[in-house]
Structure formats: structure tokens, C-alpha cells
């Protein structure tokens, strides 16, 4: 059974559909990454998922129970991190966290072991006795995941959660996600696609409202890609490699590399690939072939091709 099934999700204001009759599901222990442009829908379909917004239409089901019907259950097994953060900078961060699981109705027997675990598991043992006003951003982000865990929810919804980080607190906040993912259902938006490629299994587009792509990265640049693009290293005649080239039945497309001599780029027929026959065309003309190497969208690309 799936851990979160959205079936037709709407969200209106006025007349704009800031989310437009999307429908997913996120299996338990998968991380799943929310990716699009500013303004695409992701937090307001992220708050609807933690019931901190109605929606206007569809259904919303998280670990078996219906948004409509059981909201104050849905909270129980949700961790939330906004993408704002709000802590209470002038508490200490045991403080916080005890607060934080009493208000999520931690029983008090549990609450100072629940309080380090969070502590440990967030690599926050060297700095829990400090006030939340004298960390870092990154260490700021670790007391936010801490306080989402600290009900110990079966599903996380992480918004922007690397937002303002460092390279070094990135990959901090990176491993311990892919260290939650094996044991929670994620969601996390971001807007660095490298660390939705690294972080997640699964990735989601979202652009005006509605989801324009859904797989793996793999996936989803094998699906953009759709003609195959090699770069190739002949030493030769230019004017006749380049005029061979594109005479080959396979080839739609042959330019030269602007900062490379010898080099060009060959973009072949869809559905076709123009290895064979290159190798082929530079033994027939006993040219050598010192290079020939696939060109891989990057999942750049595929952003850009779906949300534009």
C-alpha cells in the first residue's frame, strides 16, 4: 500500500489554479524529490499534504487515513519542515526539542530519550546545550529536522531543506536524508536539481499547477534525450569529414565543435544510432577516430524542455 496517495488535488484562488488536478502516490521508505519553477505549485501542494491547507478539490490519503475525514491523524504521522524554519531562536536546543514533543503529544516517560535520539541522529551532541540563535544556518537546519522527527512520523515533507547551505552543510543534510529515506516515506523540494539527483529515487515536475514529468532521473533524461548526441574526435580533412558525416543515413544533424579542433557533434535520427556507422566511415576513408563519446542530457535539460 502506498504511503501517500493524492488523487486529483486542486487548489484554487479566485479564478488561478495554483494546483491543477495532480495525481501521485510516494511507496512507503521512498524519498521522492518536488521539483519546478517558482510559483509551480510545490509548497502549496506540500501544505495540503500535511493539512495545514484545504483543498479546494481532490483527495489527499496519508499512511490509510483520508485528509477530509482524519486531519488531526494525518499531523500525527506527518514531520514537517518548512521552508522558512521557524524555530524559537531564543530557546536552547533540548528546550525546544522537549517543547516541540510535547505539543506533538510525545508521552512525558518518552520525551528525554525521543529528545536524544533527535539530538544524535542530527549530529547536534556537540552544540545541544546551546541557545538556536547562536548556530549556523546548517546547524539551524538540523534542530528544524529534529523537530520534525521528533514525534517519530512515519512520513517526512522536507521544503527547501538545503536552502542558504553551504557546500559542506549541503552534503551534511544530503547523507542524513538518504539515512532517513531508508527507513521513512520522504518528499523534498528543491531548487538544486544536483542534490535531487543525488538525494532522491524518484523525481516530480511540477509547472503551472499540473505534474509534467514523473520517474527516476534515469529515466526522465532517457525520455528527454529521444536522439542520441555523440561527440567525435576525426583527424582528418575538415571540409570532408564534416561533408561525410552528414551524409551518413543515420545522421539528422553534424556541427563542429566551437573550442575543440577535429571534434564535431553528431546528432543522429530518431530511433537510430550512428556509432556503427561512424566507425565504419573513418576505416572506409582511413581516418583516424581518436574520440566518440555519448553526450547524456543533464536533468537540467529535462527541466528546462518540460517547464518552458
Excluded at 511507496?27 to 510545490?42: C, D, S
Excluded at 544524535?120 to 556537540?126: A, E, K
Aim: charged share 30%; proline share 4%.
Amino acid at each position: 500500500m502506498a504511503s501517500i496517495v493524492v488523487e486529483n488535488l486542486t487548489k484554487k484562488y479566485g479564478d488561478q489554479k495554483a494546483v491543477d488536478d495532480i495525481s501521485f502516490d510516494v511507496k512507503p521508505g521512498e524519498v521522492v524529490g518536488f521539483l519546478g519553477p517558482n510559483g509551480a505549485g510545490k509548497s502549496t501542494t506540500m501544505r495540503m499534504i500535511t493539512c495545514y491547507m484545504a483543498p479546494t478539490d481532490g483527495n489527499i490519503t496519508v499512511e490509510g487515513f483520508r485528509a477530509g475525514e482524519h486531519p488531526e491523524e494525518i499531523k500525527k504521522k506527518i514531520g514537517y519542515l518548512p521552508e522558512n524554519n521557524p524555530l524559537y531562536t531564543d530557546m536552547a536546543i533540548i528546550d525546544y526539542l522537549k517543547f516541540c514533543a510535547d505539543i506533538q503529544g510525545v508521552p512525558k516517560e518518552e520525551v528525554n530519550s525521543r529528545v536524544h535520539e533527535m539530538v544524535d541522529v542530527c549530529g547536534l551532541n556537540l552544540e545541544r546545550h546551546k541557545k538556536i540563535n547562536e548556530l549556523s544556518k546548517g546547524f539551524r537546519q538540523r534542530v528544524g529536522l529534529a523537530q520534525a522527527m521528533i514525534h517519530d512520523p512515519e512520513v517526512l515533507i522536507l521544503d527547501e531543506p538545503t536552502s542558504g547551505l553551504d557546500p559542506n552543510q549541503i552534503v551534511e543534510i544530503r547523507n542524513l536524508i538518504k539515512e532517513l529515506g531508508k527507513e521513512k516515506t520522504v518528499i523534498l523540494s528543491s531548487h538544486i536539481l544536483s542534490e535531487v539527483e543525488a538525494t532522491c529515487d524518484r523525481i516530480l515536475i511540477i509547472n503551472r499547477g499540473k505534474i509534467v514529468a514523473d520517474g527516476t532521473s534515469d529515466t526522465l533524461r532517457q525520455q528527454a534525450q529521444g536522439q542520441e548526441l555523440v561527440s567525435v574526435n576525426i583527424e582528418g580533412d575538415k571540409a570532408k569529414v564534416k561533408k561525410a558525416l552528414t551524409g551518413l543515413a543515420s545522421v539528422e544533424k553534424v556541427n563542429e565543435e566551437e573550442f575543440r579542433t577535429g571534434f564535431y557533434l553528431v546528432q543522429s535520427k530518431p530511433e537510430m544510432s550512428s556509432r556503427k556507422d561512424i566507425f565504419d566511415l573513418c576505416v572506409k576513408n582511413k581516418w583516424y577516430l581518436l574520440e566518440m563519446t555519448g553526450i547524456e542530457t543533464k536533468l537540467e535539460d529535462v527541466f528546462r524542455e518540460v517547464t518552458n
